[in-house]
């Protein structure tokens, strides 16, 4: 399996994530999965590393893009002309603020550039799929590298992102997790699940913690 496929296996649960949020749309969820898997590939093929943001805060836009493609496509969803408008009027903003400051803006500073809210501007760029690019233009006006978006819905991202490295985890220790901090049981009724004692519990559960803070 090559670093592609390995990529595409370990992050297949923010597909599930994104597309589960549409079921019950006129859409069946094979479907939806489907488009969410193209989305997660061009996210993969497209995520630079080197600019610092998660995978996840690149990713998710760019699978809900592909999953909202169908819907468009099928005449399920329309997008208005005001949300067309103002995504141009973003990509203008980005260029300038990229110039600037030598940066790409947030969601929170687009919004305040426009004298918009950040969720009136995030969903303007969702709604323009492929996903808008916040790109440099160079001397010859060709659009550059893109410019991952930070999510609008950063706590949406943190729970696909920890949805997602949970199920990384063996399987002791994905099943400690659950009984700490889904069934909420104590740290020595957990033990006498698990069948450990109380500071082994506590041992792990300490290591399994700082390992998903620095993965998160």
Known sequence: MNGREQAVKDNIGLVHACAVRFRGKGIEYDDL????????????????????????????????????????????VKVSRTLRELSLKIGKV???????????????????????????VAEAIGANTPPISLTAVDENGQAETDIPVPSHDGKIIEIMSLHTE????????????????????????AARQLGMTQVQVSRREKKILDSLREKL
């Open 94 to 120: 980005s260029d300038e603020f990229i110039k600037t400051n030598g940066r790409e803006p947030t969601v929170s500073e687009i919004a305040q550039c426009l004298g918009s809210s950040e969720e009136t």
């Open 33 to 76: 999965y489907q488009a969410g898997c193209v989305g997660l590939i061009k996210a993969v093929d497209g995520f630079d590393p080197s600019l610092g943001y998660r995978f996840s805060t690149y990713a998710v836009p760019v699978i809900m893009g592909e999953i909202k493609r169908i819907f468009r496509d099928s005449g399920s």
């Open 166 to 189: 949970l199920n990384k985890l063996h399987p002791s220790d994905r099943k400690l997790i659950e009984l700490r901090f889904f069934r909420h049981m104590t740290q020595t009724a």
